[in-house]
């Protein structure tokens, strides 16, 4: 089964969140190959990419395996929104996502991602001068609200769909929630029944469990995961083999998962050098090494990873280890 955004046929799986600052091409690419449906690009200024900041436009740099695919921009100016839109439409994106649910103060404290939930009249100028300025589909992604008594995202998604945005993502918590408690799946839900484009549903999806039950409870034409894939991209392919003919895969043997992670890391490395991507790979690694036997002490390592050696010195450590805990005494 696919859902359409637009002209734009993704597969109805599911899909990765744009995670700023972990969501970069190399685990977007991995993520593809793994069975996710549809990426979007880390976070992106519009007016660090009008100013030519040169971080900023490889920001929006997609691989050819990223398609359909979008790129993701914030800000809270309606005109620099559109030209930066324009601008970006050089790395031919399928989609252009709006940020409007980012809770970082850096962010929000300077009007732009979950502030502008505060703002609809503005939210609305600004989708409506993006969707003006570019080819092809708009989506927008906010929260339930900026707090607990200004929970408007039903509001918040007429208002896009007015505007011209073709599919909303909701995130199910207020930016005064961040990431906890659990996401409120049955503002999404009211979501889904208030408006005629698609709704794209993201919060606390880790487990084919998760993905199936937000499909059957609120209705979404996508599911999106955000931390649910930090270090098990493998997710994807779960979820797209259950939804295809009910099979439940199980979890890869930590050999497999950890080959995910060099992979991921050796194509960094090819995008920003080695240096910046082992820097990165750190926390990366963490998240892969969850629950691996002996898991502290590896963790301990992975702040000194500074060369794709070290990283596979780490990965061979913990197979060994994890071999030994498998050992009869």
């Not at 359909?68 to 324009?86: C, H, N, Y």
């Not at 607990?148 to 993502?169: C, L, P, Y």
């Not at 090494?289 to 450590?317: F, M, N, P, W, Y």
């Amino acid at each position: 089964m696919r859902i359409k955004i637009g002209t734009v046929s993704i597969q109805r799986t599911a899909a990765l969140a744009p995670l700023a600052g972990v969501a970069d091409r190399a685990f977007r690419e991995v993520c593809r190959a793994l069975g996710a449906a549809y990426t979007i690009g880390e976070m992106t200024s519009s007016k660090g990419l009008i100013y030519q900041n040169k971080k900023t436009a490889d920001l929006l740099t997609l691989g050819p395996s990223e398609h359909p695919g979008g790129i993701q921009l914030f800000g809270d100016d309606p005109l620099t929104m559109a030209r930066a839109a324009e601008m970006s439409m050089a790395h031919e994106p399928d989609i252009i996502d709006i940020n409007m649910g980012c809770p970082a103060p850096k962010i929000a404290g300077n009007g732009g991602g979950s502030a502008l939930m505060k703002n609809p009249e503005l939210a609305g100028q600004i989708i409506r001068e993006v969707s003006r300025a570019v080819p092809v589909p708009v989506t927008v992604k906010f929260r339930k609200g900026w707090d607990d008594r200004s929970v408007n995202a039903v509001e918040f998604a007429k208002i896009a769909e007015q505007n011209g945005a073709a599919a909303v993502t909701v995130h199910g918590r207020t930016r005064q929630q961040m990431y906890a408690p659990f996401a409120d799946w049955q503002i999404i839900k009211e979501v889904k029944e208030a408006v005629s484009i698609p709704v794209i549903g993201n919060g606390d999806v880790d487990s084919v469990a998760a993905a199936v039950q937000m499909y059957e409870q609120t209705g979404v034409d996508l599911v999106m995961i955000g931390r649910g894939a930090l270090g098990n991209p493998y997710l994807f392919t779960q979820i797209a083999r259950y939804l295809a003919d009910g099979t439940l895969l199980p979890d890869p043997p930590l050999s497999q998962r950890l080959g995910y992670l060099l992979e991921q890391t050796r194509l960094a490395a090819g995008y920003k050098g080695e240096q910046v991507a082992l820097k990165e790979a750190r926390k990366h690694a963490a998240w892969y090494l969850k629950g691996v036997h002996g898991a502290a002490r590896l963790r301990g390592r992975t702040g000194s990873l500074k060369t794709l050696s070290d990283l596979e010195g780490l990965i061979q450590d913990a197979l060994e280890e994890e071999q030994k805990a498998a050992s009869p005494l």
